[in-house]
């Protein structure tokens, strides 16, 4: 059984994805930073089991996940569900948002991270 958070394992994984985010990412990241979202801290690319997600929130545990093309094939659906369930089996909260969300509705992505910052 891995460690529940942030395994250094990952570390060189959790670098190489930091180093290129996506350009949601790169633009919800500057939303969450710094406390910038209700004064919850984020943290990118954090590892939490088996698995690096995009965003987590300790204190609310809640794992926000950006998803792109690959997120939509049958394989990358089969993944996401099984990952989800694992994250959701040890207690994490899951929201995904699309690429194109963020990119364009990002007010309103704002909006469903905060409601799920307060349940």
Do not use: C
């Given at each position: 059984m891995?460690?529940?958070?942030?395994?250094?394992?990952?570390?060189?994984?959790?670098?190489?994805l930091?180093?290129?985010p996506s350009p949601a990412?790169k633009?919800?990241w500057?939303?969450?930073?710094?406390?910038?979202?209700?004064?919850?801290?984020?943290?990118r690319?954090h590892?939490?089991?088996?698995f690096?997600?995009?965003?987590?929130c300790p204190?609310?545990?809640l794992v926000?996940?950006?998803d792109?093309?690959?997120?939509?094939?049958?394989?990358?659906?089969?993944?996401?569900?099984?990952r989800?369930?694992w994250?959701?089996?040890h207690?994490?909260?899951v929201i995904?948002l699309?690429?194109q969300?963020?990119l364009?509705d990002t007010?309103?992505?704002l909006?469903?991270i905060s409601?799920a910052?307060?349940?």
């Open positions: 891995p460690r529940l958070f942030s395994d250094s394992q990952f570390t060189p994984r959790r670098r190489k930091r180093s290129r990412e633009k919800l500057e939303y969450l930073r710094k406390r910038g979202l209700n004064n919850f801290k984020f943290r690319q590892s939490v089991g088996y690096v997600v995009d965003f987590f204190r609310a545990m926000v996940e950006v792109g093309d690959s997120h939509l094939t049958p394989e990358g659906i089969q993944k996401d569900r099984q989800d369930a994250l959701r089996d207690g994490l909260q995904h699309t690429n969300e963020v364009w007010e309103r992505v909006v469903k409601r910052l307060h349940p």
